[in-house]
């Protein structure tokens, strides 16, 4: 009897056994069937051909239908999907359902969806546009398709063809229907180049020589360039080569990165198809787009994290722009990191794996400096732009203005004055981070989280910033009756009211998250900075990313304290990343960029270190420092995280895993007992964590290997929700 092993999208870590109905063909390992599902239907992947199965002959169900004849991935790709299920721990059928398009889960058909269009009917040929003088819109439809026949609906409806016209001319039978079907459209490997490329200088001539030596080949590669050295014209020149030898490059870019001037710069430099894969795609297009890359028509895939899964059919390179990024790391149900599988997958495919950051993660760093990555720098700012001035200003004991020193008002009056633009960061959006009954002190609080109402005054709400509840601002006190509430702290609503006020002359915008809901806003307001009809810029970590601003000549960080101060041991790190990030949003060639920090803690040694011999620095020192607390990258981390709302069940459940796990602990893995998460309660779930922790990853995935099946067997793992997080970031 023929069985077929089945993945389905399902959390249960584990395959599906089906017979193969009367008649049918077995089908081949990769491809696609649907199969009787609980009450329903399930689209699987086949992932085995067993030769017995653990469920009786006469107990196993067929399978309902084939839908491939042919695997729908490449080997190399479902090796990948298989490797990552392993390695994170999660049910493959998820796996592989995160890696495709929604309509190949749906299970519709891998090719590009047939095309309607219309044509000149042979019965009415020859035409005599003459004929048409008095129904002019039928005339036009008809001279177009004189021009070009076949024309799609939509060519038509881009030459703005009258849709009544055309109908008129089908009911009279002039004019037809046709269904055309996309030929496969390849581009020739001779002649990819549209733009000349630059004059590289010695720095980037070297990187891109190191690169091409290894195409055909794995090495991953750090570049490790300050912002505006060049990575991208570099990663540009190892592309020209990729696609001159008839391969395709994947660029793995941050969710923020992904702007319409990425895509132009790729696509102005090449001739070769490119295509983006990000968000906004509708089904249809991700799965055009996906099966371009996957027939080759495709020269260059950019696209976000996910598109780490999209199938080549002949891989060249793959390039990750900003690896530090947090967006590469899935921080729900299937949580892999998209750099780390783009390494794994460039060893699979035998292709070189680029990464550049201006600010590396410590993880990537060390393995450059340790040798597993080759590393490249690029310490000159292309273009002999100038590097910007830094400086820690003590606001200790400072009078200040809605967070505002003495200092740093008069540094800004100065650059406007000089008509320039200053760019302020304050990470807290909303009026204020707590509302205060000035008689009792009582803060409100969110009923459903462990945390302070923030205070909107646009318009006028308490809102919850992490579960996102809403309610009206309170009259009184719910404590004491008082009807004296304040708020404290400062958000950027506040900001930018007393900008406003101590900068009358000036027109201030306001970036984050609540000025931009609004589609296409956020485009508007970076527009309009660019015609400088802004002056001051605010924003949050929105403003700090992707975007560059020539006309600012100063950055401010206004308060950046806590994260010298935070629990997870991953916050300096990124603090000195967004402060890195953001000083290269200012100045350009000719203008030199100031930035400042204000700080309550200027002798930090951290802000010291990085201020005085910026990042390079830092990370290495900060490196030590992980070093002597064998804290990731010197260890390797997994992270149970378990929530309810019933908060006894947590309680339980983590302190049963607890138990169950100790006794699996050998030499150098160590498991903590479990503690409250960062934000205990949240959405009004309880939510507990558990960390295992150890000096190799070998011995940490074999606890968690053993361990998961007698945590799948306790009863309360079906009432607590709980998940399982391989190298977690956010802790
Ligand atoms: P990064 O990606 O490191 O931020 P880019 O590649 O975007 O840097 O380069 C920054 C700017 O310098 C761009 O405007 C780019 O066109 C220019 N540039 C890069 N390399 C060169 C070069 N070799 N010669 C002249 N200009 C260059
Ligand atoms: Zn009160
Ligand atoms: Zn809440």
């Known amino acids: 009897m023929s069985i077929v092993r089945v993945a389905l999208a399902i959390p249960l870590r584990r395959l599906f056994d089906y017979s193969v109905p009367q008649g049918a063909t077995l089908p081949v390992i990769g491809s696609r069937v649907k199969v009787p599902f609980a009450k329903g239907e399930k689209v699987g992947l086949v992932v085995e051909h ?24 490449p080997d190399s790709l479902f090796n990948l999907l298989n490797w990552a299920s392993s390695y994170y721990h999660h049910s493959l059928g998820d796996v592989i359902s995160q890696a495709l398009p929604a309509l190949l889960r749906k299970g519709e058909p ?57 109908k008129t001319l089908h009911d009279k039978g002039i004019i037809e229907k046709i269904t055309i079907h996309p030929q496969a ?34 090495q991953a590669f750090l570049i490790e360039g300050i912002t505006g050295s060049g990575k991208t014209e570099v990663y540009l020149n190892v592309i020209a080569e990729a696609l001159a030898r008839g391969t395709q490059a994947l660029v793995l870019v941050p969710e923020i990165g992904l702007t319409p001037q990425t895509l132009a710069r790729f696509s102005e430099r090449f001739k070769v198809p490119v295509f983006a894969i990000h968000s906004g795609l509708n089904d249809n297009e991700r799965l055009s787009a996906w099966l371009k890359a996957k027939r080759g028509e495709a020269g260059i895939i950019i696209g976000t994290r996910s598109a780490v899964f999209t199938p080549l059919a002949k891989p060249g390179v793959i390039i990750i722009d900003e690896e530090h990024d947090s967006s590469f790391k899935q921080q729900d149900s299937f949580r892999y990191h998209a750099r780390d599988l783009a390494i794994v997958r460039g060893r699979m495919e035998k292709i070189p794996v680029v990464m550049g950051s201006a600010t590396p993660s410590l993880e990537s760093l060390q393995n450059a400096l340790s ?46 004055k000089a008509g320039r633009q200053v760019m302020l960061f304050l990470n807290r959006r909303g009026y204020a981070p707590a509302l205060l009954c000035h008689e009792c002190g009582h803060v409100c609080e969110c009923e459903r989280c462990e945390a302070y109402f923030t205070y909107h005054q646009q318009p006028r709400h308490l809102a919850c910033h992490h579960c996102g509840s809403q309610k009206a601002v309170p009259q009184q006190c719910s404590q004491c009756g008082s009807t004296n509430l304040v708020t404290t702290g400062l958000g950027t609503e506040q900001l930018e009211e007393a900008l406003l006020s101590i900068f009358p002359d000036y027109q201030v915008a306001r970036i984050d998250r609540d000025s931009t809901r609004r589609k296409g806003s956020l485009e508007q307001l970076l527009d309009d900075i660019h015609q400088h009809r802004y002056q001051i810029l605010l924003g949050t970590q929105m403003l700090a990313k992707g975007h560059h601003f020539p006309n600012v000549t100063l950055v401010a960080l206004l308060d950046i304290d806590h994260a010298l101060f935070c629990s997870d041991f991953r916050a300096p790190e990124r603090l000195a990343q967004l402060y890195v990030q953001v000083a290269g949003r200012a100045g350009r060639a000719n203008l030199l960029g100031k930035v400042i920090l204000q700080s309550h803690h200027p002798e930090h040694e951290l802000l010291q270190d990085l201020i ?40 339980e459940l983590s302190q049963q895993v607890y138990q169950l796990a100790q006794p699996l602990q050998q030499a150098g893995t160590w498991v903590f007992p479990p503690s409250p998460a960062p934000q205990a309660r949240r959405a009004g779930k309880f939510r507990m964590q558990l960390l295992i922790q150890a000096e ?25 929700r709980w998940s399982l997080d391989i190298d977690p970031y956010d802790m």
Not at 51 to 71: G, N
């Open 371 to 416: 040798g597993r990555y080759a590393h490249l720098s690029l310490k000159q700012r292309a273009g002999n732009a100038l590097q910007a001035e830094q400086q820690l200003l003590d606001i200790r004991q400072q009078p200040l203005n809605s967070g505002l020193s003495p200092a740093l008002i008069k540094a800004m009056r100065q650059e406007l």
């Open 50 to 73: 067993p030769s017995s199965s653990d469920v009786a002959e006469d107990k196993l169900k067929p399978f309902s239908e084939s839908l491939d004849q042919t695997p729908l991935l």
């Open 696 to 720: 190799q990853r070998a011995p940490l995935h074999q606890l968690v290997h053993q361990l998961l099946p007698q945590l799948e067997a306790q009863k309360l793992s079906r009432k607590v």
């Open 110 to 166: 891998a090719r590009p969806k047939a095309i309607e269009a219309w044509r000149i009917s042979e019965t009415a040929m020859p035409i005599n546009l003459d004929d048409y003088k008095r129904a002019p819109k039928q005339g036009v439809v008809l001279a177009s398709l004189q021009q070009h026949s076949p024309l799609t609906e939509q060519q038509c409806k881009q030459q703005d063809l009258s849709r009544s016209a055309i």
């Open 612 to 651: 005085n011999n910026g990042y390079q620095h830092f990370a290495r020192f900060a490196l030590n420092e992980r070093r002597d607390t064998e804290l990731p990258p010197f260890s390797f981390q997994a992270l149970f995280r378990f929530e309810s709302v019933d908060g006894n069940a947590v309680q």
């Open 185 to 218: 459209q390849l581009w020739a490997s001779e002649d990819t180049n549209k733009q000349a490329p630059l004059q590289l200088n010695a720095e980037q001539a070297i990187a891109v020589a190191a690169i091409n030596q290894h195409l055909g080949q794995f």
